[in-house]
Every structure is written in structure tokens, then in C-alpha cells.
């Protein structure tokens, strides 16, 4: 992107980029949210599961991937929010 003449990546790549939540793990959560702007950012889930098991260290389901969101201490709600629905609504209105 420098090599083209672009100042920032939030002036150009980060415009059209943007990652999904399914993450399936806190830390990554974690990471993902420190990294990446909030606004680029859009929640995903699965309906039936791609990772079926339930993690032994939690007892939750890995694929419950809402609640790495709601506990990241990378977002305030608003930015939550964002994540959850309204970034996803800015990119396929």
C-alpha cells in the first residue's frame, strides 16, 4: 500500500477489509479487538457449528463466539454494538 501511494492504511485498505469474530478462543478475541480498528469488525457466528465441541477449560461451546465479544476488555458497548450489528449494516445495507 506505501509502495502505491497510500499514507495510511486506514486512508485506503481499511476502507474495504474487514474481519469476522469467529475466533474461537478469548485471547484471539482479545488480540483481534487490540489489532483491528472496532469499525472493521463484524460479528460472526454459526448456526449449526463448524466446531461442535464444548471446550473443557469452560464448559461452553467453542462456536459461542458472542460471548468473546461481550467480554473483551479491547470495546466499550458503543464499539460492541458496532461489532455486533451496526458495521455489518454500514457494509450490506
Known amino acids: 500500500a506505501q509502495d502505491m501511494g497510500f499514507k495510511t492504511l486506514a486512508d485506503s485498505l481499511l476502507k474495504n477489509i474487514f474481519f469476522d469474530t469467529c475466533v474461537y478462543h478469548q485471547a484471539g478475541v482479545d488480540l483481534l479487538?487490540?489489532?483491528?480498528?472496532h469499525r472493521n469488525i463484524l460479528f460472526g457466528s454459526e448456526m449449526i457449528g463448524a466446531?461442535?465441541?464444548i471446550d473443557p477449560e469452560t464448559g461452553h461451546h467453542y462456536d459461542d463466539t458472542g460471548r468473546y465479544i461481550a467480554a473483551?476488555?479491547?470495546l466499550c458497548d458503543c464499539h460492541r454494538q458496532?461489532?455486533?450489528?451496526n458495521n455489518?449494516?454500514?457494509?450490506?445495507p
Open 33 to 37: 479487538t487490540k489489532v483491528v480498528p
Open 51 to 53: 466446531v461442535k465441541g
Open 72 to 74: 473483551t476488555p479491547h
Open 82 to 85: 458496532d461489532v455486533f450489528s
Open 88 to 92: 455489518a449494516l454500514d457494509v450490506y
